[in-house]
């Protein structure tokens, strides 16, 4: 028995120690933001009707900047983002299509968009957030692990040897313990919006095949620009920005503020 008692002290002391971890994990609030059913079914028949691109990573199909979110029709959404992320403007919308796999964890650089950015500061000041819709029922849940520096070392690493590299992949292994333990779970009941930083890690779980919908903003006031350069990077990271950088080349002819840009000026042109 006193060669048992100082594991069990151990084992008592540790459990005390991930508890007090738990219970200090920031409580998730609740969103407000919703999709009407109208809205839903605007997104849903545009995407079967409209031209759409051939998906990576996990998605089968994506259509990139339908610019739903600057129609008349999706006012009452812009109200809602605007009300509960009051700091971002509203850019673009994508569109996604899966066949219901997972989505393993990662932060977004290829799929960022036009805009500058530095991996440190702009993961650290929350620059780029999404708001994500599952479109479709009993589609994955998004994941968040809302950790700056730990979301810095897979970019790092995403940005020197790409997203689901070896190397990255090994990283996610190492990093599974801190994905089981501390990451937040949204719900994944159609039409609610969960928002999230594009840059820090995220991920969506397994489920049915589904159609998801996200609107993109950036930080209105963080300095966070787009340039001729940037605007032309946007393409050659991921094919699916090329349709966007077609009509944001002429518009952006010199170094622009992406948080005060004219955003839904380029809907007629999309």
Request: contains cysteine.
């Given at each position: 028995?006193s060669?048992?008692?100082?594991?069990?002290?151990?084992?008592?002391?540790t459990?005390?120690?991930?508890?007090?971890?738990?219970?200090?994990?920031?409580?998730?609030?609740?969103?407000?933001?919703?999709?009407?059913?109208?809205?839903?079914?605007?997104?849903?028949?545009?995407?079967?009707?409209?031209?759409?691109?051939?998906?990576?990573?996990?998605?089968?199909?994506?259509?990139?900047?339908?610019?739903?979110?600057?129609?008349?029709?999706?006012?009452?959404?812009?109200?809602?983002?605007?009300?509960?992320?009051?700091?971002?403007?509203?850019?673009?919308?994508?569109?996604?299509?899966?066949?219901?796999?997972?989505?393993d964890?990662?932060?977004?650089?290829?799929?960022?968009?036009?805009?500058?950015?530095?991996?440190?500061?702009?993961?650290?000041?929350?620059?780029?957030?999404?708001?994500?819709?599952?479109i479709t029922?009993?589609?994955?849940?998004?994941?968040?692990?809302?950790?700056?520096?730990?979301?810095?070392?897979?970019?790092?690493?995403?940005?020197?040897?790409?997203?689901?590299?070896?190397?990255?992949?090994?990283?996610?292994?190492?990093?599974?313990?801190?994905?089981?333990?501390?990451?937040?779970?949204?719900?994944?009941?159609?039409?609610?919006?969960?928002s999230?930083?594009?840059m820090?890690?995220?991920?969506?779980?397994?489920?049915?095949?589904?159609?998801?919908?996200?609107?993109?903003?950036?930080?209105?006031?963080?300095?966070?620009?787009?340039?001729?350069?940037?605007v032309?990077t946007?393409?050659?990271?991921?094919?699916?920005?090329?349709?966007?950088?077609?009509?944001l080349a002429?518009?952006?002819a010199?170094?622009?503020?992406?948080?005060t840009?004219?955003?839904?000026?380029?809907?007629?042109?999309?």
């Amino acid at each position: 028995m006193s060669v048992l008692l100082p594991a069990l002290v151990v084992a008592a002391a540790t459990l005390i120690v991930l508890a007090a971890f738990l219970a200090a994990r920031p409580k998730q609030k609740k969103s407000t933001i919703r999709l009407s059913a109208e809205q839903r079914a605007a997104i849903q028949d545009h995407f079967n009707e409209g031209p759409t691109l051939a998906g990576s990573y996990g998605w089968s199909r994506r259509q990139y900047a339908p610019m739903h979110i600057h129609s008349k029709a999706f006012s009452s959404l812009r109200d809602q983002i605007a009300a509960q992320l009051p700091d971002h403007a509203i850019a673009f919308d994508v569109v996604f299509e899966s066949a219901g796999g997972r989505v393993d964890w990662h932060g977004d650089y290829e799929s960022l968009g036009p805009f500058a950015f530095d991996g440190v500061s702009s993961i650290q000041n929350h620059d780029f957030v999404s708001v994500h819709f599952n479109i479709t029922p009993d589609g994955g849940n998004l994941s968040t692990l809302d950790w700056p520096l730990v979301s810095t070392l897979h970019h790092f690493v995403i940005v020197k040897w790409g997203i689901y590299s070896r190397p990255h992949k090994l990283l996610n292994f190492l990093s599974r313990p801190l994905f089981w333990l501390f990451a937040t779970t949204r719900p994944n009941a159609v039409g609610v919006g969960n928002s999230f930083d594009n840059m820090r890690l995220h991920s969506v779980g397994a489920g049915a095949a589904r159609l998801s919908y996200v609107v993109r903003l950036v930080r209105r006031n963080g300095g966070v620009t787009m340039s001729p350069a940037t605007v032309a990077t946007c393409a050659s990271r991921s094919t699916a920005c090329e349709r966007l950088t077609k009509v944001l080349a002429p518009a952006v002819a010199s170094e622009t503020a992406a948080g005060t840009f004219a955003w839904a000026s380029l809907a007629a042109d999309l």
